[in-house]
């Protein structure tokens, strides 16, 4: 049986889990030479938490007596460890403050709803008693959504794990009624005992909740064939400082303004996701990766493309580029005797072939279904990759990320315990912009480290492809000056963003828009759709209680960006 657990305050994941550099042999060493480390490998020294600087908690008797009124005493927890939790999300901004010891961003309570009742209870005390109210799933979002944007209110997070169940299956229907506090893990541990899935894999499967997957129009690994989220949504409840807004269970209407969407991607701004009825799916019999080989990026993204085309898209699609291939090569765990020796075989196929392993990208490719089903795909995608000089590596290279997909985001505190930055920017364009984008943005994503004095690493993966185009997502790391860490951070990050939206792509594709994109919000949808957005957040909460500061732009948006909280720029180690 799944039960959630709090990520570190730290850092990702459980407290109990962190990178196993044994286990990934060669990751360390293709970074310090990537990086031009030169150091032994030396971790700095975690702060401890009772170092880390707390505000002093902002108290509203009126507001504390009517929850007292309506809930037990363990569902109000205003504890040190608590609201140090509850203070941030995980992005590098939020983490490196963290670290430094400032948690300026902590609400002053804690609540856990376990029914709707208690969540609409709390918004209506909330707008009594004029105190801010923040969403809060699992804490993994990076885009800046979690953190309070005003001091001088109460803030309280809302922490919806207890609210977990799926209420309600239609094998039928293939539709589930799922209570938005549910983990992904937990989530698909309650469908597959009806022989079901939701399908929805993202990197941060095992700490995030369905409501904050809705919030921020997350996508998963096999978005290729399950598709967004907000594909997946067929109903909802959310409850709203002005009531409870909900939406029928039907398969599509043809009502108005499309109600869930508004809901939807709506980052806890206008009221809180409390269940949703969402589109399932009969397990796959056969579910297997097999890792291709592509002699350069452009030709993988013609396979991919010609994939869609063709109406022969797998479940997962995921194509690297040669540095990002690399990085995946380096993060391998320990191969046995027998697998080196295939792979030097292998390696000598390639040359024959004409591989250049300095240009060479990865492409992993899931095939799901019946058995019979994943075998015709896995032949015909097969085909169209040879059409493009791709070379099939079999599925041992797909069992090496199965088991390590979610891995990944340990590395970063890894690297950051050694001094070392890294961060992720992705965005969606067409299929005919998708080349000249991944030139001008990788270009003058390095061009913006190098400024700052150091050697930088970017590496890429395409996935999630669509008739139109596919989702970019760019990966950057460099070492850190000591006491210019934050400027060298906003410098990098402010490079990668405005070349999305000077190549007309999107700010984000799926990691939402919280405070790190907010300044190329209105560039993006517009200014009248900047003030659509103030409408239905009037409407919806009108003395602004729903978390503040989240899809409105200041008059001058990059100055509050680039703000950060006093000392964090200079602050040294601890």
């Known amino acids: 049986?799944?039960?959630?657990?709090?990520?570190?305050?730290?850092?990702?994941?459980?407290?109990?889990?962190?990178?196993?550099?044994?286990?990934?042999?060669?990751?360390?060493?293709?970074?310090?030479?990537?990086?031009?480390?030169?150091?032994?490998?030396?971790?700095?020294?975690?702060?401890?938490?009772?170092?880390?600087?707390?505000?002093?908690?902002?108290?509203?008797?009126?507001?504390?007596?009517?929850?007292?009124?309506?809930?037990?005493?363990?569902?109000?927890?205003?504890?040190?460890?608590?609201?140090?939790?509850?203070?941030?999300?995980?992005?590098?901004?939020?983490?490196?403050?963290?670290?430094?010891?400032?948690?300026?961003?902590?609400?002053?309570?804690?609540?856990?709803?376990?029914?709707?009742?208690?969540?609409?209870?709390?918004?209506?005390?909330?707008a009594r008693h004029d105190v801010v109210v923040i969403p809060f799933g699992g804490g993994s979002n990076i885009a800046g959504c979690l953190e309070r944007s005003e001091r001088s209110r109460m803030a309280?997070?809302?922490?919806?794990?207890?609210?977990?169940?799926?209420?309600?299956?239609?094998?039928?229907?293939?539709?589930?009624?799922?209570?938005?506090?549910?983990?992904?893990?937990?989530?698909?541990?309650?469908?597959?005992?009806?022989g079901l899935t939701l399908g929805h894999f993202p990197?941060?499967?095992?700490?995030?909740?369905?409501?904050?997957w809705i919030a921020t129009r997350s996508a998963g690994m096999q978005s290729d064939k399950y598709g967004k989220i907000e594909d997946m949504v067929i109903a909802l409840r959310m409850v709203t400082p002005a009531g409870v807004l909900a939406t029928r269970t039907v398969p599509k209407s043809s009502n108005g303004i499309d109600v869930n969407h508004l809901c939807i991607g709506s980052e806890g701004t206008l009221g809180v996701i409390t269940e949703a009825t969402m589109q399932v799916h009969p397990r796959a019999n056969s579910h297997r990766t097999h890792g291709y080989l592509f002699p350069e990026f452009e030709a993988g993204i013609e396979a991919m493309h010609e994939c869609v085309r063709k109406e022969c898209v797998p479940s997962m699609l995921r194509l690297s580029d040669s540095d990002k291939t690399a990085l995946s090569l380096a993060f391998k765990p320990p191969s046995s005797q027998l697998s080196q020796a295939a792979s030097k075989v292998m390696k000598g196929y390639l040359r024959v072939k004409g591989f250049d392993f300095a240009r060479t990208c990865l492409m992993l490719t899931t095939f799901e279904g019946s058995k019979s089903g994943a075998i015709r795909q896995h032949g015909e995608v097969?085909?169209?990759?040879?059409?493009?000089?791709?070379?099939?590596?079999g599925p041992s290279s797909g069992k090496s990320f199965e088991s390590t997909k979610y891995d990944f985001p340990h590395i970063r505190d890894f690297l950051l315990d050694r001094s070392i930055t890294s961060d992720v920017s992705e965005t969606s364009t067409?299929?005919?912009?998708?080349?000249?984008?991944?030139?001008?943005?990788?270009?003058?994503?390095?061009?913006?480290?190098?400024?700052?004095?150091?050697?930088?690493?970017?590496?890429?993966?395409?996935?999630?492809?669509?008739?139109?185009?596919?989702?970019?997502?760019?990966?950057?790391?460099?070492?850190?000056?000591?006491?210019?860490?934050?400027?060298?951070?906003?410098?990098?990050?402010?490079?990668?963003?405005?070349?999305?939206?000077?190549?007309?792509?999107?700010?984000?594709?799926?990691?939402?828009?919280?405070?790190?994109?907010?300044?190329?919000?209105?560039?993006?949808?517009?200014?009248?759709?900047?003030?659509?957005?103030?409408?239905?957040?009037?409407?919806?909460?009108?003395?602004?209680?729903?978390?503040?500061?989240?899809?409105?732009?200041?008059?001058a948006p990059f100055e509050e960006w680039l703000r950060v909280v006093s000392g964090a720029a200079t602050a040294q180690r601890p």
């Open 382 to 393: 097969s085909a169209i990759y040879r059409r493009f000089g791709g070379v099939d590596l």
């Open 156 to 194: 309280v997070s809302l922490d919806m794990r207890r609210m977990r169940h799926v209420l309600e299956v239609d094998a039928d229907s293939c539709t589930a009624r799922i209570e938005a506090g549910a983990f992904g893990p937990d989530l698909e541990e309650q469908l597959n005992g009806y």
């Open 203 to 212: 990197d941060s499967f095992l700490h995030s909740t369905l409501g904050g």
């Open 1 to 126: 049986m799944y039960t959630p657990r709090h990520m570190k305050w730290w850092g990702w994941g459980d407290e109990d889990v962190s990178f196993n550099s044994s286990a990934h042999p060669g990751a360390w060493p293709y970074a310090k030479a990537q990086l031009g480390v030169e150091e032994d490998e030396v971790a700095r020294p975690l702060m401890p938490i009772e170092a880390v600087r707390l505000p002093e908690a902002i108290r509203h008797e009126g507001f504390l007596s009517d929850l007292r009124r309506e809930m037990r005493a363990d569902q109000i927890c205003d504890s040190r460890r608590e609201r140090l939790i509850h203070a941030y999300g995980k992005g590098f901004r939020d983490l490196f403050r963290m670290r430094q010891g400032m948690a300026e961003g902590a609400p002053d309570l804690v609540i856990y709803p376990e029914n709707e009742n208690d969540v609409l209870m709390t918004l209506r005390a909330a």
């Open 430 to 555: 067409v299929w005919s912009n998708l080349v000249p984008l991944y030139r001008a943005t990788t270009t003058a994503l390095r061009a913006a480290i190098v400024e700052s004095g150091v050697k930088p690493w970017v590496g890429c993966h395409i996935s999630h492809t669509y008739q139109c185009g596919a989702s970019l997502y760019l990966t950057f790391a460099f070492k850190q000056q000591d006491g210019n860490e934050m400027p060298q951070y906003l410098h990098a990050k402010r490079a990668v963003q405005q070349s999305f939206i000077d190549c007309g792509a999107t700010l984000s594709h799926h990691h939402a828009v919280g405070t790190e994109h907010l300044p190329w919000l209105t560039d993006d949808i517009s200014p009248l759709g900047i003030t659509a957005i103030a409408a239905i957040k009037a409407g919806l909460d009108p003395d602004n209680v729903m978390n503040p500061g989240r899809l409105r732009p200041s008059a």
